[in-house]
């Protein structure tokens, strides 16, 4: 049973446009939000986060926005660039859960230049 | 500052032989999480310790499977028979838990096993 979607497993998006990639939860009970970026033969590194107080945190060209009611979040990179091409995963944790994270399968963002 | 270590970056064994991946965290993290990454299943948290103390192993596919944490610095992950369904890219990650603000986990680079 999948909590986190990313139902989109790849993306491809003009240099200098803006890359949408999308995530959906079944959890309720999840309370806090990550963005992971990996490139290939290493490991991920943490983007950005939000708390569910929150609907929108931004950090440069990176900004994601939570839907509660929809169970849904997104990251938004504008422009793009072609060092932003990477696997992107979204992961979810809950107040009961201690650190636990629970991410999705990934999407691969292609920038073209 | 030096990141999460894990060794071996590769390996490639034959079905039925024991297997052994390390993971060094990064000095004064005091969490430390086991992921498995496939394709099929993207990355699923195997288990993670706090304290040196496991927390949360519910993510072990089977009695085949354990890990340890003898001290602060320094985990094992073991398979023993591995089989080729075992065959993927073994991620160690570490943070700072504090009570009062979250921490996001470091990742090592991960170690590919690959089982014949």
């Known amino acids: 049973d999948q909590q986190v979607k990313q139902n989109s497993p790849s993306l491809s998006v003009q240099e200098g446009r803006i890359s949408i990639l999308n995530c959906d939860y079944t959890?309720?009970?999840?309370?806090?939000f990550l963005w992971y970026k990996k490139y290939p033969a290493e490991g991920p590194t943490f983007l950005i986060s939000i708390s569910s107080i929150k609907d929108k945190n931004e950090d440069g060209r990176f900004t994601v926005f939570l839907n509660k009611s929809a169970k849904h979040l997104s990251l938004h990179i504008v422009p793009s660039q072609p060092g932003d091409s990477a696997v992107y995963f979204c992961?979810?944790?809950?107040?009961?859960?201690?650190?636990?994270?629970?991410f999705g399968t990934g999407t691969r963002l292609t920038i073209i230049p | 500052d030096a990141g999460v270590i894990q060794s071996p970056r590769h390996e490639v064994t034959e079905m039925g032989q024991e297997v052994t991946l390390r993971c060094k965290p990064i000095?004064?993290?005091?969490?430390l999480f086991w992921y498995r990454q496939t394709m099929m299943r993207g990355l699923e948290l195997l288990i993670y310790?706090?304290?040196?103390?496991?927390?949360?192993d519910s993510g072990m596919p089977e009695d085949r499977f354990s890990a340890k944490m003898p001290n602060a610095s320094f985990s094992t992950l073991k398979i023993q028979p591995s089989e080729p369904r075992d065959s993927a890219v073994y991620f160690c990650a570490s943070s700072q838990n504090r009570e009062s603000f979250w921490q996001p986990q470091h990742f090592g680079d991960g170690t590919r096993l690959s089982i014949l």
């Open positions: 000095s004064g993290h005091n969490s």
């Open positions: 992961a979810a944790s809950d107040p009961f859960g201690n650190e636990k994270l629970t």
């Open positions: 310790f706090n304290n040196n103390v496991p927390i949360d």
């Open positions: 959890n309720s009970m999840f309370d806090y």
